[in-house]
């Protein structure tokens, strides 16, 4: 009788499916180039019940525009550090674009000392008005934002590594358009593992497993160039803008992915996959982990997300000598991202004067 009951549930459910779990959203530095088009895709989630707009100018006027979008999610403008507490509070999942973007010429090295502050001022206001939220950094240069967010968040006695997130998501998209294009496949149909970090070398895509298959007749030289291309993608769209911005649309697409993914697995959903930079091992809330680079504290993994977070970091499987040789040489540079980080967390604010 179970299995013909069974049956009945699931023919039930498909004519009338059950509506998602909703949750409150804080997107913090809602008013630049990438927050407001994540702004306007969060605000079509069926997963986003509150939507805080957060930014220290011009909230106002985003919140109102998004506001009159015919989508359920209610949005509220939150303006300066006055009003932080009050996007946070009771948010379940922040997303921090907050900071300057990168110009031509600029690495993402240059824009540290100014971002690492700003991601440290907000990390504080976390650990304060929403210590049990998920948090995904987007503010550049994510190698050195999200340790600085950890030390933050740790030294507050709040920090939780199943939840603290660098979105790297960018870099996946990237790599299944260029595969797309490449091999005549619709970008939604390709599956290539990308990982290690969010910047030039420490980028590691692993071709080798990608999913359809490069062509077979495909040179050494030309995977190569692939890979270096996804690797300098945010270049390519600095020099294309020729001063006018870098990559935020399709950054604000990266992140809104991300995001549905994070909500999927809140509203239980799970297990959600996806790639991350993340602190090693997280506190696991089941399964078992893979920590996949053991030498690296922090490290962009595919992942398996769950009500709780983090659930299994999964292995990253074989590579082949091309993507052996990246993993090798880039260990050194995402370590110092790493420490930097870590060390300017530990420096704490300079005095007033």
């Not at 000392?113 to 990390?123: H, S």
């Not at 340790?147 to 790297?168: D, S, W, Y």
């Not at 960018?170 to 091999?183: H, K, N, Q, S």
């Not at 390709?190 to 590691?204: K, M």
């Amino acid at each position: 009788m179970a299995d013909p009951l069974n049956r009945i549930q699931k023919i039930a459910s498909h004519l009338d499916p059950a509506k998602p779990r909703k949750f409150k959203v804080a997107l913090l530095g809602a008013a630049g180039g990438i927050g407001q088009p994540l702004s306007l895709l969060l605000k079509m989630s069926p997963y986003v019940s509150d939507l805080a707009l957060y930014d220290v100018a011009n909230t106002p006027g985003v919140a109102a525009d998004v506001s009159h979008m015919s989508t359920a999610a209610r949005v509220r403008g939150y303006l300066g550090p006055d009003q932080l507490g009050a996007a946070l509070t009771g948010a379940a999942l922040v997303i921090i674009p907050a900071g300057v973007p990168r110009k031509p010429g600029m690495t993402r090295d240059d824009l540290f000392n100014i971002n690492a502050g700003i991601v440290r001022g907000l990390a504080q206001g976390i650990a304060q008005h929403c210590p049990a939220a998920w948090v995904a950094i987007i503010s550049n240069p994510v190698n050195s934002t999200v340790p600085i967010a950890a030390e933050v968040l740790q030294k507050a006695g709040v920090f939780n590594p199943a939840k603290l997130f660098g979105v790297t998501t960018l870099d996946v998209v990237r790599a299944e358009a260029f595969i797309g294009e490449l091999t005549g496949t619709d970008p939604r149909d390709v599956h290539v593992p990308v990982v290690g970090g969010h910047a030039g070398v420490t980028i590691l895509p692993l071709l080798s497993q990608a999913r359809p298959p490069l062509p077979a007749s495909m040179s050494a030289e030309a995977r190569k160039a692939l890979m270096v291309r996804i690797q300098d993608a945010g270049t390519e769209v600095v020099q294309a803008k020729a001063g006018a911005g870098s990559a935020t649309l399709s950054m604000a697409y990266a992140a809104a992915r991300f995001a549905d993914s994070c909500l999927r697995a809140m509203s239980g959903e799970g297990p959600v996959s996806e790639y991350a930079y993340i602190r090693h091992p997280p506190r696991l809330s089941s399964g078992s982990g893979s920590s996949v680079a053991v030498d690296l504290p922090y490290f962009s993994s595919p992942v398996r997300l769950g009500r709780l977070g983090v659930e299994e970091v999964l292995p990253l499987g074989p590579m082949d000598a091309l993507e052996a040789d990246n993993f090798a040489a880039m260990k050194a540079e995402l370590l110092g991202s790493i420490k930097k980080g870590v060390e300017f967390a530990a420096k704490g604010p300079a005095p007033a004067k």
